[in-house]
Nanobody
Framework: QVQLVESGGGLVQPGGSLRLSCAAS????????MGWFRQAPGKEREFVVGITRSGSVVNSADSAEGRFTISRDNAKNMVYLQMNRLKPEDTDIYYC?????????????????WGQGTQVTVSS
């Protein structure tokens, strides 16, 4: 099993940047396909970006318009989401998830472990 804890969310102005962190414990992140998801109240959880066990990146259909980047630090057992040029519509709760898969899936139902989420609010 793996336990996931997100951090780094907060309030940021439009056009700003944030880096979300996902700290894993129990097993190494390289043992899983990892994904970042976002969810607004009353909406379904949406895939943002993922990384396969081999380290390849899987982008969503819109790839957050190229503004979001996932990375993984195996030594620290961390996964990151770098978000640039943030927009008010990026306001959501962001979740880190781990799947017992080789390749990251865009389907949240394929993920086995979830963090508690971190709130990102983009507002002036």
């Amino acid at each position: 099993q793996v336990q996931l804890v997100e951090s780094g969310g907060g309030l940021v102005q439009p056009g700003g940047s944030l880096r979300l962190s996902c700290a894993a414990s129990g097993r190494t992140v390289s043992s899983y396909a990892m994904g970042w998801f976002r969810q607004a109240p009353g909406k379904e959880r949406e895939f943002v970006v993922g990384i396969t066990r081999s380290g390849s990146v899987v982008n969503s259909a819109d790839s957050a318009e190229g503004r979001f980047t996932i990375s993984r630090d195996n030594a620290k057992n961390m996964v990151y989401l770098q978000m640039n040029r943030l927009k008010p519509e990026d306001t959501d709760i962001y979740y880190c998830a781990a799947a017992n898969l080789v390749r990251a899936s865009i389907n949240p139902a394929h993920y086995d472990y979830w963090g508690q989420g971190t709130q990102v609010t983009v507002s002036s």
